[in-house]
């Protein structure tokens, strides 16, 4: 007698693999299906996520300008804050020398007695075709 | 020489000099107004500086007769005797004029100028034409003007003595001027104030001496004058005593009725207008030692001032037209 089962169990590993490969194929056919009705369904959803994207970048792109802008106004305010501080104390120094200078004018004499007059260069007094003087002279 | 022409009814003039032709300076003399009166012209011919004399004499005459306080018969001792009654008197220009330079001097000047002191001045012994009992003064009256019919009311009496020689001057200048070619110069003094016009032939500017007010009578400062006038009020000459004792002076200070212009001997204003010029040295005068100078540099007056013990003060508008001193030239 013939011994046949290296034969058989070559058939039914042969059927047993073919059936698997059939098998294997047609679940790989049917997930690239599904794969593209999934990829078919969320084609919408990521086009709406890209532009939300999108509109993110800018905002915050507008976000960093408007910071960067906050921060120069904020700069400059500073500097006319520390401005002012330095007019405010040249003005508390005007006021104290205004009101020095008022005391001393309250204390300067009505009349002051001229300098002598660097015009009058002659010893004697010049010739004069009149002279001014008090009313009802003789 | 004596000059033919009476300056006024009671005081003739004493002489008109004139120098010799080779001169082209003619000096003309007389008196008015109770003080001397004098003409120089330099320059034009002897018949043009005649009747620049002319002109001027009779224009003194006429102001006499009008503004005098001390003639019985001027029209301001017609409606000084009225005033305070309400009654009016048409009057002459130049009386009219006069007081109405008078309200504006006073208005001008605060009230320091104000003609209406001459009650003052009688009672402290500087008489004029006797003004008689004044039975209708009422209260309350005040000086009324109607420039239409020259109508003037007075509510008291004037004295016109400063303001009225000022503008005597004025017209008398400007006839002078009519009567010479405009590029004669000449200058008209009358009672220490003077008026110029043009140029002097003998230097570039007149050169006028404020006199001292002191004994001596020398100048204290010689100023420069190109045009206009120069005049000053000084206590030098018309003092008196009065029934109590006491000095007193012609310069009234209205708000007290007495002699005023504490610490102060003589003030001298140059202006361009001889009436002004008297208004402005008056008021200054009674602004006092303590007061003048700044008075006088509040209104940018060329001013010179001296006080009671000789000293010579000056505005900066002085200043620039003194040209001499007498304290520059003392040895330090």
Redesign the interface.
């Known amino acids: 007698m013939i011994d046949r089962k290296p034969v058989q169990l070559a058939i039914v590993f042969g059927a047993t693999t073919g059936l698997y490969a059939v098998s294997l194929a047609t679940v790989t056919m049917l997930q690239g299906d599904h794969d593209l009705a999934v990829a078919a369904l969320r084609a919408p959803v990521s086009a709406d996520v890209g532009a939300l994207g999108d509109a993110n970048d800018r905002l915050s792109a507008e976000l960093d300008q408007a910071v960067a802008m906050y921060g120069t106004a904020a700069d400059a305010y500073g500097a006319a804050a520390a401005s002012l501080v330095g007019h405010e104390e040249r003005l508390a120094e005007f006021g104290a020398v205004v009101t020095e200078v008022t005391g001393s004018a309250s204390a300067l004499p ?5 300098p ?2 660097s ?2 260069v ?17 | 020489m004596t000059s033919p022409l009476p300056v006024t009814a009671e005081r003739v003039p004493t002489s008109t000099q004139m120098a010799p032709d080779a001169d082209p300076v003619r000096r003309f003399e007389g008196r008015a107004l ?3 009166l ?1 003409l ?1 012209v330099h320059g034009g011919t002897h018949e043009a500086a005649e009747a620049a004399w002319d002109a001027v004499c009779d224009e003194f005459t006429a102001v006499d007769a009008g503004l005098s306080r001390h003639r019985d018969d001027s029209e301001l001792t017609a409606i000084n005797r009225l005033a305070g009654s309400g009654q009016a008197l048409v009057v002459g220009r130049r009386l009219y004029t006069a007081i109405a330079a008078t309200d504006r001097a006073r208005r001008l000047t605060d009230g320091r100028f104000d003609a209406r002191v001459l009650e003052d001045l009688e009672r402290l012994g500087d008489h004029g034409a006797p003004l008689g009992t004044l039975d209708g003064r009422a209260a309350g009256i005040m000086t009324r003007r109607d420039p239409s019919t020259r109508t003037v009311a007075l509510d008291r009496p004037h004295d016109l ?2 303001i009225g ?1 000022g503008l005597a001057l004025r017209w008398a200048a400007a006839r002078a001027a009519q009567a010479l070619d405009p590029h004669v110069g000449f ?1 008209l ?1 009358a ?4 008026v ?1 016009r043009g140029r ?1 032939s003998d ?1 570039p500017s ?6 001292d ?1 002191r004994l001596d ?3 204290v400062a ?1 100023v420069a004058v190109d045009h206009g006038a ?9 003092r008196w005593w009065t029934d109590d004792g006491l000095t007193a002076h012609h310069i009234i200070d209205p708000r007290t009725g007495q002699p005023g212009g504490d610490g102060l001997l ?1 003030v ?1 204003v140059a202006a361009d207008d001889p009436a002004w010029a008297e208004v402005w040295s008056k008021a200054l005068f009674l602004e006092g ?6 008075a006088a540099r509040a209104r940018g007056l060329a001013a010179w001032w001296v ?1 009671s013990d000789g ?4 505005t900066p508008g002085g ?1 620039m037209r ?8 003392e040895p330090a």
């Open positions: 009505r009349g002051v007695p001229m002598r007059v015009r009058a002659t010893r004697s007094a010049p010739r004069v075709h009149a002279t001014t003087r008090a009313s009802g002279a003789p | 109770a003080s001397p004098s120089q003595g400063g020689k200058l003094e009672g220490g104030d003077v110029v002097p230097d007149w050169s006028i001496a404020i006199e007010p009578r020398s100048p010689v120069i005049c000053t009020s000084s206590v030098a000459r018309r003589a001298t030692r303590r007061g003048i100078a700044g006080e000293q010579l003060s000056m200043r003194t040209i001499w001193t007498r304290e520059a030239d």
